[in-house]
């Protein structure tokens, strides 16, 4: 695979910093923060919308499509809530990024979100479901569990994540 920029997912249980970390790395690295809600919406990779979850109805395979020429040209930092269904070939390094469930209780809180969809969020989160999904699907290596209770944290985790980048450029030179 001849990628020149690497793919990097940034996933966990909504409400863990995904967007607030690719949107940091985006600017720190000139990565393209690839915010897979925004790309569901966008380009109708959906089936409608779950008023119940308030949430879009993905259609896997439409997405895949709408992403398939970034992801091949390298140098996306893919962000979702589930990592499953990226080919293997497509990434380099998959972050998870984690928090403690009285944190993500007030995060969601202040989203409003639905109880029912609150509660399932923070059972995910303890149940550690995303890292599990994230080991299951990609090599062992390249699955790195970060944790994002604090803006400090935030900031060490762009700061290893711009690190690991530097090396990869630097091992995978033309
Ligand atoms: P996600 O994209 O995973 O749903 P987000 O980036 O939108 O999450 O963050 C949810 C809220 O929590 C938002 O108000 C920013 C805040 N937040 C996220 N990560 C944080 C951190 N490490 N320290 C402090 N606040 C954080």
New binding site residues.
Partial sequence: MSRKLPNII?T????????????ALAQRTGLRHLSVNQVVKDKGCHEGYDDEYQSWIVDEDKLLDAIEDDAKEGGCII?W?ACDLFPRSWIDLVVV?R?DSE?LYD?LA??KYPEKKMQENIDSEIMEVLLQEARESYDEEIVVEL????????ES?VDRIEAWLRQWKEDNQA
């Fill in positions: 940034v966990g249980t909504p409400g863990v910093g995904k967007t607030t970390h690719c949107e962000d809530h990024l928090v944190t995060r202040e989203r944790t994002s209770n604090t803006s400090d944290e935030m985790n």
